[in-house]
């Protein structure tokens, strides 16, 4: 069986499985910057040897070999860093989404500014102090009034722009579950592909690739668990549920939850997804949606409602220029304080503030200085042992204090982010030397295996076109 | 570890961006003065400089008070030091017209002097400061007294029409100090003296122009107790500003340790990051040159 022609068979199998490798190599280099790229390797491997007969031995000399063929494309891949990144890329998503979050509350609170509320809240009690030495001045009476306004709008401004973050990020809540959704469908697309592909014994390596890119941008958003099955197809659990098995993808969506935001459900039976919460985006922004702005609107809630009633009961004791007494100066809807202070219709007349502790005197001031003593109280309540300005300190310096730890948990998550795809990159990455050393190893092999095949050529030559020519 | 190219570019980029956002921080540092720019940048330095700033806040409030007390308190000085003269003229009248030598018409121009000098303390009485009466206690839009049938002729000292209303102004954190003296504590004394003079002169005994300057003398002391209780409230308000000024220079100091840029600091970092940016564009453009496809035929 084994005839004249074997070592043309043998050349030929060089020079095919040398041009395969020639082909992977150069298609690692055509994807040496492609994202999410893993090299592949031609393993080779000698075809199946064959039993030459010999002189001596009947079963034959030994075995002669047949040449090489391309056994397998390999892609390189540590599916162990690949597990350990898209855990921490889950990390990473979540701080990152909280460092921004926070960044963005902070510009709410704009301290420390000439413009803040720890300056208003100082300018609101100094016009106390103002009226409190010249009672019967209207001038005087206006600027407190104004001094006031300008603090419950700040207070309204601020509790309003917290409340538009809140929507901005239920907004961008259900938009991570769009493209949650979306990438599902991409993923079990590829997983039926893949599967197909492996069940004809080939390697769908770009395929691979591809999904666990995909499969990266998923992990960002949510911190998922991952199994991989034979054949190649892989499922993907949120929260012990299964989003994607298979070529199927159970779609998120989202209902309305108890604040009226919008809290994500599984599609098929409407029940709330099971967040693990410290990773991935869309447990940080339920975080900062959900947790944080509501702390700080409480905080502000509390403030706003410490200092109307503390201001309020002493206002209430005083006397107007034309006798009123017994009117709130601040009024607001409970449970939204903030966001509703202001400054009383019936005080808005200026004489009806009551900077007089006894009625029908115009230079009665005692009033006005109690009311400005507030500012030195402890408030009680909410507020503790703190006077207003202290509480309101004390929040900024726990925002700041939370703000910082989640920049610096961000920091922290991109070195160890950029320590893994550092790693995943060391193994999987294309290196331009290895491959053009490989280059011109198979170039060369191919080059001696063509030259295998011209000597071949010559002998034959020489067997067919000489041999059995003697005495022509 | 094998190294692949990518990894070293995504390397170098990601090193030269790391520099880059060091030099771009100093510099802003630098450009704008100020170290503390959101709270997380020091969140302790945060809650301290609002304290800081609240404090400067309301001690600039205090050194308000105290420049509205101090004009007031001066005013209300002007006042009695103009009836302290007033009365020491009287006492100079009284003691001329207690002499056995003098004529009734002596008497009677004498008295005509005494009124003159009534009227001119119900003047002083009415003293004010911008639209308000100084002696007036709460009720500044009314005048201590309204004399009939006129300021020379009264018969009787008028009653006091005002309140005994004490004007608190706050000159520290919760210390506060009296700022007006009410007409019947120093004017009182001195019409009522002034009015038995008067009356005393026009009747020409001398007996009763004695008792009278016995009173003119007790209006006087009581004027001085006046103007020595406004002198010692004077200085309360001096060393308060003293205080405040003090403290607000120290304060003031402290928030700007706390927010703004040490500027040799600043200036120095922002050298060394521009140094460490120049070595990061550096070294990463010999990184990238060599490869084995240079060297290959």
């Known amino acids: 069986m084994w005839g004249t022609f074997g070592s043309v068979e043998i050349a030929l199998r060089a020079l095919q499985a040398q041009r395969l490798a020639l082909d992977v190599i150069a298609h690692n280099i055509a994807n040496a910057n492609t994202p999410g790229y893993s090299r592949q390797v031609a393993r080779l491997e000698t075809t199946p040897p064959y039993p030459w007969p010999g002189l001596t031995r009947g079963a034959g000399a030994g075995q002669l070999g047949t040449g090489v063929r391309v056994a397998e494309i390999d892609r390189l891949r540590d599916a162990f860093t690949d597990l350990q990144l898209r855990q921490q890329l889950a990390l990473t998503g979540y701080h990152t989404v909280l460092a921004d979050g926070y960044a963005q509350v902070e510009a ?132 012990g549920r299964m989003l994607i098995h298979n070529d199927q993808a159970f779609r998120l969506t989202t209902a309305a939850g108890p604040g009226g935001f919008a809290e994500p459900v599984w599609a098929g039976d409407g029940t709330p997804v099971l967040l693990d919460d410290g990773s991935g985006e869309l447990a940080a922004t339920l975080r900062l949606r959900d947790t944080v702005i509501p702390g700080k609107l409480a905080d502000l809630n509390s403030l706003a409602a410490a200092l109307a009633g503390a201001v309020n009961a002493a206002h209430r004791a005083g006397y107007g220029l034309d006798g009123s007494t017994g009117l709130d100066f601040f009024v607001f809807t409970a449970g939204e304080e903030a966001a509703s202070l202001a400054v009383a219709p019936a005080v808005s007349d200026p004489l009806k503030i009551a900077a007089a502790l006894s009625p029908g005197s115009p230079g009665d001031g005692r009033n006005a200085l109690n009311i400005s003593q507030i500012q030195y109280q402890p408030q009680g309540g909410d507020l503790g042992t703190a006077t207003l300005g202290e509480f309101y300190q004390l929040l900024v310096g726990r925002l700041g204090l939370e703000a910082r730890q989640a920049e610096d948990q961000k920091a922290n998550q991109e070195v160890v982010k950029g320590y893994l795809e550092s790693r995943r990159d060391s193994f999987s990455g294309v290196s331009l030397d290895e491959e053009a050393g490989r280059l011109v190893l198979y170039q060369r092999a191919f080059e001696a295996a063509a030259r295998s095949l011209s000597v071949l050529d010559e002998v034959l030559d020489h067997l067919i076109n000489r041999t059995g020519l003697v005495g022509r | 570890m094998r190294i692949t190219q990518r990894q070293i570019g995504e390397q170098v980029l990601s090193d030269i961006a790391a520099a880059f956002e060091r030099l771009n921080r100093y510099q802003r540092q630098v450009s704008s003065g100020r170290r503390l720019t959101r709270p997380a940048d020091d969140p302790a330095g945060t809650a301290s400089t609002l304290g800081y700033r609240a404090a400067i806040l309301r001690l600039e409030q205090h050194l308000t008070n105290i420049d509205r007390a101090r004009s007031w308190l001066s005013a209300t000085d002007s006042a009695l030091s103009d009836l302290t003269l007033t009365l020491q003229r009287a ?39 911008g639209d308000r009466y100084l002696f007036s206690g709460f009720k500044v839009t009314t005048p201590p007294y309204n004399p009939l049938p006129d300021e020379y002729d009264v018969p009787t000292p008028p009653p006091y029409q005002g309140d005994g209303g004490q004007m608190p102004a706050e000159v520290e954190a919760g210390a506060t100090i009296t700022l007006n003296l009410t007409a019947d504590q120093v004017f009182g004394p001195a019409i009522a003296a002034l009015i038995q003079l008067r009356d005393a002169l026009d009747s020409g005994s001398s007996a009763a122009v004695e008792a009278a300057l016995s009173a003119v003398d007790q209006a006087i002391n009581a004027a001085i107790d006046g103007r020595v209780v406004v002198g010692a409230r004077l200085n309360r308000l001096e060393e308060a500003e003293n205080r405040l000024l003090d403290l607000k220079l120290s304060l003031t100091e402290l928030k700007s340790k706390t927010e703004d840029v040490d500027f040799a600091e600043a200036a120095t970092h922002l050298a060394m990051a521009e140094t460490a940016y120049r070595a990061a564009l550096m070294g990463s453009a010999r990184m990238i040159q060599p490869s084995l496809l240079d060297f290959l035929r």
């Open chain 2, 91 to 129: 006492r100079e009248l009284a003691v001329q017209g207690a002499s056995d030598t003098l004529s009734a018409d002596d008497r009677q121009r004498i008295a005509l002097e005494v009124r003159q000098l009534l009227g001119h303390t119900f003047q002083l009485s009415k003293a004010m400061l």
């Open chain 1, 108 to 239: 709410v609170f704009n301290e420390p500014s000439d413009s803040s509320l720890n300056q208003q809240l100082g300018k609101f009690f100094n016009a106390w102090q103002e009226l409190a030495l010249s009672p019967q001045d209207t001038a005087i009476r206006v600027g407190l009034i104004e001094a006031a306004r300008n603090l419950a709008g700040l207070f309204n401004r601020m509790a309003g722009q917290l409340k538009q973050l809140q929507q901005d990020l239920d907004f961008r809540l259900v938009n991570q579950v769009a493209e949650l959704n979306e990438l599902a469908d991409r993923i079990a697309r590829l997983n039926a592909q893949i599967g197909q592909i492996q069940g004809t014994g080939q390697r769908p390596n770009d395929l691979l690739d591809q999904r666990d890119a995909l499969l990266e941008d998923l992990a960002r958003i949510v911190r998922a668990a991952y199994v991989t099955a034979p054949d190649g197809q892989v499922t993907v659990y949120i929260g």
